[in-house]
């Protein structure tokens, strides 16, 4: 943690995540490439049925997502996001999720919930959406609500999205499908959200939601997000963050926890 306004909290920054943040980029992404290439390790993982266990939770990986059910099965997959998922939502307010990919930090959501709180999750990509979907019911999360399109603030009704990249995908105007578009309000809208937590990793796009946002944001207590450098600043509470009435509560690499300031 590195902004003053976090200290005192109870949460600390995993051994892990310090013992890796001291290790060079490259040997990183070499550790990395090694999972998702070994094809020993990938068989392992997938079994028969191409169902990858991941603590506690089963994903399907089957139809192009393979490559990356290795470093799933070990827990390297999307580490810092989880880590935040199960530590920093406690369950006790609605929560929207933005980015959903195939799921995997949707069923960590999901399996904090309280009985009766609700969760929207976002995917624009349509199959990663429908492998979100799948991936929520395989592990009794069926009540979670799976909505398939972009956000976005041009005003545009779709917008052109570069699929097909893996397990993430992006706006672009040279992009492979067209997909609806929506704004954070309108979501909440529709929904009928009020207090909510939110959880984003959209690609760059979390920018807009911040500087477009202000009014629906002044109802989210806490937000969980992967960004750039740019937006989340070398330490601290960034400006954009602070003006909102967020301090930061959590930071490793490029996965940061904000919570508004009480």
């Not at 309108?186 to 959209?202: N, R």
């Not at 989340?232 to 300031?261: K, N, S």
């Amino acid at each position: 943690m590195r902004d003053s306004g976090a200290r005192g909290s109870p949460l600390r920054q995993p051994l892990l995540d310090r013992i890796r943040a001291r290790l060079p980029e490259p040997l990183k992404a070499r550790a990395f490439a090694a999972l998702a290439d070994n094809p020993a390790l990938r068989h392992l993982a997938l079994g028969s049925d191409g169902i990858v266990a991941s603590r506690g939770l089963r994903f399907d990986l089957r139809g192009g997502h393979e490559r990356h059910a290795a470093s799933l099965l070990v827990g390297l997959y999307e580490r810092g996001e989880r880590y935040m998922a199960t530590h920093f939502y406690d369950g006790t307010h609605d929560v929207v999720e933005l980015g959903a990919s195939i799921g995997v930090i949707s069923c960590e959501l999901a399996r904090r919930r309280s009985a009766g709180k609700r969760q929207i999750s976002v995917e624009a990509e349509p199959s990663l959406a429908a492998r979100a979907r799948r991936n929520l019911e395989l592990n009794g999360f069926g009540d979670v609500v799976v909505e398939q399109f972009a956000i976005d603030y041009s005003g545009a009704q779709t917008v052109r999205f570069a699929a097909g990249r893996g397990l993430s995908g992006k706006v672009s105007d040279d992009g492979n499908v067209e997909v609806p578009t929506r704004t954070l309000s309108q979501l909440l809208e529709k929904h009928a959200i009020t207090c909510f937590d939110l959880v984003m990793d959209i690609e760059g796009a979390e920018d807009a939601v911040l500087a477009h946002e202000s009014g629906a944001l002044q109802n989210c207590r806490r937000i969980l997000l992967e960004a750039g450098e740019h937006l989340l600043g070398p330490e601290g509470t960034p400006p954009v963050l602070a003006e909102l009435g967020f301090r930061q509560i959590y930071r490793h690499d490029l996965c940061a926890a904000f919570e508004r300031a009480p």
